[in-house]
Every structure is written in structure tokens, then in C-alpha cells.
């Protein structure tokens, strides 16, 4: 996506206003639905980006799927990343309540779920700090321009999956083009579900190398499992019109004509299903008012004989009713609302009505016009009049279904060929690497630990480590940074406590202000390790973590895996003189790691290592992290290189030529291979 740093343009600064003196509107129109649906006022706090997981949801993938339309996208996605991701490093945000429905309904539990915060720049930077996501895929168009801001500003790439744009959307998108211009060169990847989404994204500053077409993911969700193979009660003998994902507009164009098509034809039946929970109620005010016979799902009612309407009033069950369906109208089209997704239908073989308004999915419809799989129509007494033909002559009705499915046939594999595109992103990862961490609470200690290392630990084992039978100092050349090897169960660990340096060391030798363990040292080493291990970055492995609370302050210690064999460049200077390869090697991993834009706060000579067989490692990351641009790798060489002249001042003996070693440490630095 880009190493520069995106800056902060007037615009956007404009639109920072907006959206936090928009903020308490947002929570006060949650709480106001909550009245009638109390999904929307439960988790505010998450709304503010306040979240509550668990630490081993950090470092992992968050995708971001805002309603249920593109949960339903994702799914077949989702799936194939469970392939290859642990479950606990895959994190779904939505929007809407009903699309965390629809997350819980397909996985359970197994999924971890958090409400987008609002896109204002406290709540996003609140959200980010605690999932510290390494991906970010954006499910179809939802494109927030602080989320994205903040992203780059984190180097957090972003793809745009299943991306789709009309060309109303992209007008808009031009109006608006202070705000959005930014943010189209910044996606590190598009993956448009048409090839007309795909000339619209790169025709608002997509790179045309970074925008393909794989298809829409829609094409390979499979039929939900819990889909009954027989009809439901009251079906039989009937011909059944299901009119799904209705809205108020077109519920009434149908009624208006219903009376007069049962008397053509006594055996047909309406299941009428809403497209938004909140409505079902009101809508069976109107089938009373109609005064047409219906009965409710959502009360066990099934239909008879004279039963003429049928209130699909229950979620998730309209893959039910499309499957027995024998003709379906996919509503949001009729109304002026861009229509909704045919594919859900025509899955099942079913023929498929629809009206004018199908801008979401206008190349859908357009393969569905063009094979003869279903019909616009432009009227409730058009709609009206198909169903009048359906009932007539169903044959050729289900022969334009069977057509419809062999269109989802052709275009199927769009989930394969995205994996394909934005796996590029990780290609070279190990996301195997973002183990689960245990988290144990004693006293006002809080630890992490890695339970694959180390099955149980306590407090008392970050403890006066000089202490401990076994432990001994492992020479850094710095008082402040010492470290000592220790036993924890099975395991060989390097235990550092944290301190402070300078003047602050007087007022608190090792306290530091912070209230919140995921801010604390320790806490955020490990993370970064974590992080840096999965990239395969040659750190040491993160095996343990404490803060202990102490008042408004918290003490910090960390544990790591011992890397054998190793000693740091200052330790071997003084005995020999490092051979150009070996400074080639160092290089190479100082440039890897600036490739993956690692700052390392603290780069000297006491922070490299190498082992017996050459292998440069970097250690010691207090204070480091992810930060975007490139502006800093020169100062972070130039840190490096006083390093190794104070050295070379200070040390008695000390192998260093700067002459020699120092170009040999650039030429690995600049040959290597970049990764990011």
C-alpha cells in the first residue's frame, strides 16, 4: 500500500469536526431504536471503540462486514481463511445488530465479534490500539475515511473485498473527492466482484495493478445446511410466491393485487418476508387491515386452505422459504432502494422477478436478463401479471430457474481467486505463529504467558531473579537493560524487568503512569514479538508478561525465549573481528524488519546478535512499534552507527573498522530482498 505517510488534509480535518459533534446523535439514535429493538443500545461502549477481548485477538485479521447482505458475502471467504488462520486471529466487526446475528447464526461462538466504531479519530485510534490488526478487508463498499487514515498511519494494509460500486456511488465518491481522493491509492488491494465495479474503482485512483476482478464471492455460498429438503406444513398442493427482503412500497403494490389473483387461482400463497426485523409487527398491522386471510410464522402458524398470506416474521429462514419457493421476488428492488441480492433464489434453481432499482447488483441482473433466468418488471400490476403466467404455466418458469442456477455454476470460484489476491498479503507470514496467550490474574499482578512454553506460571516467578537457584545475569553492557536466563517449568527464558533511564530513573526507579495493561510495557513487547515471529522476523520467541498494579503506576517484566549460542556484536568485537558476510547478515535483518516498518527505538550494537552459524537476531524491543513512512530507517541506521563508534571509543578492544564493516552491514541492508 505504500511506505508514505498519508497526511491529514484540511477536508478531513472538516470531517473530524463533523463526525464528533455527530457522536451523541449516533448514541442517541441507538438507544432510541434499542426502545423497540435492544440489541442496538447493548455494547455502546464499543461503539466508542472500547473493546473488551481477549489479548490473543490482537495481531490477527479483522474483516469488516457491516450489515447482513455482507456477512453473507464473507462467508464463503471466512471459511477459507479458518484454512489457513486460527480461529481466535479472525475478528468480524459489523454495524447493525442483525448482522452479528447473522455472524452467530453461521459460526456460534467460534468467530469473535465487535461492533465498528464511529469513525471518529478517538473511538478508531481506541479500536485499533486494542486489535492491533495486521489486515483489514473491507466487505463490499464500506469505505470510512478515519478508519482508513488511521490504518496507513499504523501501516496496516487494507483490501476492499468483494468490492462493488455503482456508478451513483462513484459520483458521489467524486463530489466528495477532498475527503476520498486520499484514500484510493492507499488500499493495497481491490477485489471487485464485477468487471464494471472494477473500471469505476480505478477509474477514483485505484492503481490499476492493485485492482482485479475475481468475482463476487456470492456466487459460492453454498445452500444453508439447516435448510429443510421437504416442504414446510401448509405448502403443499400450493403454489408458493415468496417475496423476500420486502419493503413497505412493495408489500403494498402486492397486496393491492393479491385478492384478485387468489380468485383467478384459490391454490396460490404469498410468503411475504420483510426485509428488516423491526417491521414484521407493523406489517401484520396491515395484513389485518387488508383483511386477507394470514397466519404468522413466528407464532408456529401454518397456513390452510384459505389461508392466503403467510408472515415470514423470523430471521434467518428465508434460504427456507426461496428453497420451496415456485417464483420469487427479491424486493429492494420495486422500491427505489438499489435491490437486493437474487442469488439467494436462484441458488436454489428458482426464477426470479424483479423491478427497476437494482443499482447493488446491476451486473447480477444484467446476467440474469441476458440468460432468461428471470424478469424486470416496472409495476406492481407488471409483478402482478408474471405471477398470473407463473401459475399458468409453471413449466417454463422453472426452466428460466434452472437457468438462473447455471449462472451461479459458471461464475462460482470467486472465493478461490480472491484467497488467490489478497493472500499476496501474507504469502510469506506465519499466521500459526499467533498463538493463543493464557492470561492469569494474581494479586494485582495481571500475566500473559504462552501456554505452549509454559503450561502455568505464577508471580513470584518475575521475582528478585538473582535470587533463584539456577538464574544468572546474561551481560548486556547496560545496567538498565540487564537481563537474566531463568527456568520456568520446561522452559529457558530471558527475564528482563523493565526500568527507567536518565532523570526519571531518580523519581521512580522502575514505576511507570498508565492504567490500562494492554498500554503497559510489557504488555505491548509481547504483542510486537508476537506480531514479528508471524512475519518470521528473526526475534526471540514472547513467553511471558506481567503488570503489576500499583495505584495510578504499574513495574513491567517480560520473558522471552533464550536464542542459543548467540552473543551481541559488542561481546564478540572485543574477542574477534566480525567477517563481512556476518555484517551482510545483520543488514539483512535490520532491513527486514524495516520492510515490515518495525522502529526499533533502541538499535545499537548491544540489541544484535549472532548465533554459531551466522544468523543475525535483533532483541530487546521496549518502546517499539509499527510506524509508517521512511523517513526514520536513515535515523535508525545513523542510531546504529554512533552505536558502534561509542564502542569503539569506549571499549579497551574492539574490532570495528568502519571503513570495511559499516559498508558491508549497508550492502546486505540494501540487497535484501523486501518482504513488506
Known amino acids: 500500500m505504500g511506505r508514505r505517510a498519508l497526511a491529514v488534509t484540511g477536508v478531513h480535518r472538516i470531517y473530524r469536526l463533523i463526525t464528533r459533534l455527530l457522536t451523541p446523535v449516533a448514541l442517541g439514535w441507538l438507544w432510541w431504536r434499542g426502545r423497540r429493538e435492544p440489541a442496538y443500545a447493548q455494547r455502546l461502549v464499543e461503539r466508542l471503540g472500547y473493546l473488551r477481548i481477549p489479548a490473543e485477538a490482537a495481531g490477527g485479521i479483522l474483516i469488516h ?44 461462538p467460534v468467530i469473535r465479534h465487535v461492533y465498528l466504531p464511529l469513525d471518529t479519530p478517538g473511538a478508531v485510534r481506541r479500536f485499533l490500539d486494542r486489535l492491533q490488526p495486521r489486515l483489514v478487508l473491507l466487505i463490499e ?37 477532498g475527503l476520498f481522493d486520499p484514500i484510493w491509492q492507499q488500499f493495497a488491494t481491490v477485489a ?19 485492482c482485479h476482478c475475481p468475482g463476487n464471492l456470492k456466487f459460492d455460498m453454498p445452500p444453508p445446511e439447516d435448510t429443510a429438503a421437504t416442504r414446510p406444513p401448509g405448502l403443499d398442493g400450493r403454489f408458493v410466491v415468496v417475496a423476500g427482503s420486502t419493503h413497505a412500497d412493495e408489500e403494498e403494490a402486492l ?19 420483510p426485509r428488516h426485523p423491526q417491521r414484521f409487527d407493523d406489517v401484520a398491522r396491515r395484513l389485518d387491515v387488508s383483511g386477507l386471510p394470514h397466519v404468522r410464522h413466528s407464532r408456529g402458524q401454518t397456513p390452510d386452505a384459505d389461508t392466503a398470506i403467510w408472515l415470514g416474521d423470523t430471521m434467518g429462514h428465508l434460504p427456507m422459504w426461496y428453497r420451496h419457493a415456485d417464483l420469487c421476488f427479491i424486493g429492494g428492488s420495486l422500491a427505489p432502494i438499489g435491490g437486493h441480492n437474487a442469488l439467494e433464489a436462484m441458488v436454489f434453481g428458482k426464477a426470479v422477478l424483479f423491478g427497476p432499482h437494482t443499482r447493488n447488483f446491476e451486473h447480477l441482473y444484467h446476467l440474469v436478463e441476458t440468460a432468461g433466468a428471470g424478469v424486470r418488471v416496472t409495476s406492481g400490476s407488471e409483478l402482478a401479471a408474471c405471477v398470473d403466467q407463473a401459475c399458468r404455466d409453471p413449466g417454463r418458469w422453472r426452466s428460466m430457474g434452472h437457468r438462473g442456477a447455471a449462472i451461479v455454476r459458471q461464475h462460482q470460484g470467486a ?21 493463543r496467550i493464557a492470561v492469569r490474574r494474581q494479586g494485582a499482578s495481571l500475566i500473559w504467558h504462552d501456554p505452549a512454553s509454559i503450561e502455568d506460571i505464577s508471580a513470584g516467578a518475575f521475582d528478585a531473579p538473582h535470587c533463584r537457584p539456577g538464574s544468572r545475569p546474561m551481560a548486556t553492557g547496560s545496567g538498565r537493560g540487564q537481563v537474566h536466563v531463568v527456568n520456568v517449568g520446561q522452559a529457558t527464558a530471558l527475564l528482563r524487568h523493565y526500568r527507567r533511564g536518565g532523570l526519571m530513573a531518580r523519581i521512580s526507579r522502575d514505576r511507570f503512569l498508565g492504567m490500562d495493561p ?41 520473558m522471552v525465549g533464550l536464542l542459543p549460542g548467540t552473543r551481541n556484536l559488542v561481546q564478540i568485537m572485543a574477542v574477534t573481528t566480525i567477517p563481512a558476510t556476518a555484517w551482510a547478515a545483520i543488514g539483512q535483518a535490520i532491513r527486514r524488519m524495516h520492510d515490515r516498518q518495525v522502529h526499533h527505538a533502541d538499535l545499537n550494537a548491544h540489541n544484535l546478535l549472532l548465533d554459531d552459524g551466522g544468523q543475525a537476531w535483533i532483541v530487546d524491543f521496549d518502546k517499539c512499534g509499527v510506524r509508517a513512512g521512511d523517513d526514520w530507517k536513515d535515523a535508525n541506521l545513523q542510531r546504529l552507527l554512533r552505536s558502534l563508534r ?16 559499516w559498508p558491508s552491514l549497508l550492502d546486505g541492508y540494501r540487497k535484501s530482498q523486501a518482504v513488506g
Open 65 to 108: 462486514a457491516a450489515s447482513v447482505g455482507e456477512v453473507q458475502a464473507s462467508r464463503p471467504l471466512l471459511d477459507a481463511l479458518r484454512h489457513q488462520w486460527p480461529d481466535h486471529a479472525l475478528t468480524v466487526s459489523t454495524i447493525t445488530p442483525t448482522g452479528m446475528q447473522t455472524l452467530q447464526g453461521h459460526w456460534g
Open 141 to 177: 463498499r464500506e469505505v470510512w475515511p478515519e478508519l482508513l487514515l488511521q490504518c496507513r498511519q499504523r501501516s496496516i494494509p487494507v483490501a476492499l473485498v468483494n468490492a462493488r460500486l455503482s456508478e451513483r456511488s462513484a459520483r458521489g465518491y467524486r463530489r466528495w473527492a
Open 192 to 210: 471487485a466482484a464485477d468487471p464494471e465495479s472494477q473500471a469505476r474503482y480505478q477509474s477514483l485512483g485505484v492503481p490499476p495493478e492493485r
Open 255 to 273: 397486496l393491492a393485487h393479491w385478492p384478485e389473483l387468489r380468485r383467478q387461482h384459490p391454490s396460490l400463497l404469498l410468503v411475504l418476508v
Open 415 to 435: 472465493t478461490q481467486r480472491t484467497l488467490t489476491q489478497i493472500g499476496r498479503l501474507w504469502q510469506d507470514d506465519d499466521p500459526q505463529a499467533l498463538s
Open 518 to 558: 494492554w498500554a503497559s510495557r510489557g504488555m505491548r513487547e509481547y504483542l510486537l514479538l508476537r506480531l514479528m515471529r508471524s512475519w518470521r522476523l528473526p526475534v526471540p520467541a514472547p513467553l511471558a508478561a506481567r503488570v503489576e498494579q500499583a495505584g495510578p503506576a504499574y513495574r513491567s517484566d517480560i
Open 646 to 661: 561509542k564502542e569503539k571509543a569506549r571499549q579497551p578492544i574492539c574490532h570495528w573498522r568502519e571503513d570495511t564493516d
